[in-house]
């Protein structure tokens, strides 16, 4: 669910610490956040790496084309940062899901620009992500499978039969799933009513739609993901299961 936003992958480093000492668990990255007990923004979008990996390509290439009012000089330096930001993690020997994530964004958005020589067009792939999210959300609500529940049992490695169990828990979950999944679907719908009517204006809007697309990308993307976690995975939600409130006593 993210479009631009950060993807699962994450890198870590460190020493040995000894056969004897326990090894920590992994941090949750993006969607995966969803099932974890406790929910953290800074591994949700990857850390501050993956915060830088998902949003300098973009803000290097309006600041460039500010700086030059060239496309061409602007295009090049987004594609050598998400480059960069792949070989490093190569370098390193790191996930580099997240990176090759970025860099597959800003080739897309590269070429689009450049095909058409119109600045505005490096960001109209992301409104295509977004508006494909939001309709396929949308789709899914509709269809009685809500996406954040399919999402949800996926990373948990939970089966679905609560889609068509019978019973107050199976009802309880499908309702949050269905909130959660409308609370996407105003994410993606959001997005595309600010940034459309920027992306309309041309290249004379590309400051206006560079800055729209950073502040509403990755930490807009965050706040998503927890207040879904807050209604589908965080322990004031399970307590608020059926299942789990505790039995009258006669």
């Not at 953290?40 to 973009?58: C, H, K, M, N």
């Not at 992301?126 to 949308?138: D, E, H, M, Q, S």
């Amino acid at each position: 669910m993210s479009g631009e936003e950060p993807s699962a992958g994450a890198g870590s480093a460190g020493e040995d610490v000894g056969a004897s000492e326990t090894t920590a668990a992994p941090p949750l990255r993006g969607v995966r956040a969803l099932a974890g007990e406790d929910f953290s923004f800074a591994d949700a979008i990857g850390g501050v790496r993956g915060l830088v990996e998902s949003t300098v390509p973009g803000l290097v290439f309006v600041v460039v084309y500010l700086l030059t009012r060239g496309l061409t000089p602007a295009l090049v330096a987004a594609s050598a940062v998400a480059v960069l930001a792949v070989a490093v993690r190569l370098v390193q020997r790191t996930p580099v899901t997240q990176a090759f994530s970025g860099l597959l964004g800003v080739g897309v958005g590269v070429l689009w620009a450049w095909r058409t020589g119109e600045a505005q067009n490096y960001f109209t792939w992301g409104l295509w992500v977004n508006a494909a999210w939001c309709l396929g959300a949308l789709v899914s609500v509709l269809a009685r499978w809500p996406a954040v529940g399919v999402v949800v049992s996926l990373v948990r490695g939970e089966n679905m039969t609560w889609r068509t169990a019978p019973g107050a828990e199976a009802a309880h979950l499908r309702r949050r799933y269905v909130w959660a999944t409308w609370l996407w679907v105003g994410v993606f719908g959001l997005r595309l009513a600010v940034q459309v009517p920027i992306w309309l204006r041309g290249q004379e809007a590309v400051e206006w739609l560079g800055t729209a697309k950073l502040a509403m990308g990755v930490p807009m993307f965050a706040v998503g993901l927890w207040l879904t976690w807050l209604l589908v995975g965080s322990r004031a939600a399970l307590a608020d299961r059926p299942d789990q409130r505790p039995t009258p006593q006669r």
